[in-house]
């Protein structure tokens, strides 16, 4: 069985790659993210940040408890935003809504609760499917991820440790 801090910095590194890969996509391929899709890669950095300050701390008995916690609940956030993400992608033409302004000029011109409000109702720019790999789009493989980090950050919570941790 692996130890607690080989699982973080297994999920460390496994953030890491996706957010190499999610800058592949932008700076090679040329694929401009959308404001869902950064807002998926801030997710991403940080449930790979929790996981390495696990790493680096090396908790013990409920610590490791908490820094699941706080990685698994990160993760699911992610799922979520990914999930409305693929939704949007699947909308039919006739309801997928209109192109919006950018992430930069919405986080400019708007309070935070209204920015964020906006970027999650998504627009026709998050619909667009420009990239797939066995038939999922990258917001689908970018839930799948979540879904992964999710659960990791689950095993880490309800992992057993032995009493003397929690003297």
């Not at 940080?46 to 701390?57: N, S």
């Not at 820094?67 to 799922?79: N, T």
Request: contains cysteine; negative net charge.
């Amino acid at each position: 069985m692996l130890s607690s801090r080989s699982i973080f910095l297994l999920g460390f590194l496994f953030c890491a790659l996706m957010l190499g890969i999610a800058g592949y996509f932008q700076f090679i391929d040329h694929l401009e993210p959308c404001p869902l899709c950064i807002l998926q890669r801030v997710f991403t950095l940080l449930v790979g940040a929790v996981m390495l300050l696990a790493v680096l701390h090396d908790p013990k008995g409920i610590g490791i408890g908490i820094y699941g916690l706080l990685s698994g609940l990160l993760a699911l956030i992610g799922a979520g935003i990914s999930a409305r993400h693929v939704w949007l992608q699947n909308l039919p033409e006739e309801q997928i809504p209109t192109c919006g302004p950018g992430l930069n000029f919405i986080l400019d011109n708007f309070p935070l609760s209204d920015a964020i409000n906006m970027v999650l109702r998504g627009s026709g720019e998050c619909a667009e499917v420009l990239w797939t790999f066995l038939g999922l789009s990258i917001p689908a493989w970018t839930l799948l991820a979540f879904v992964l980090l999710f659960i990791m950050g689950l095993v880490q919570v309800f992992r057993k440790v032995t009493s003397e941790y929690y003297l």
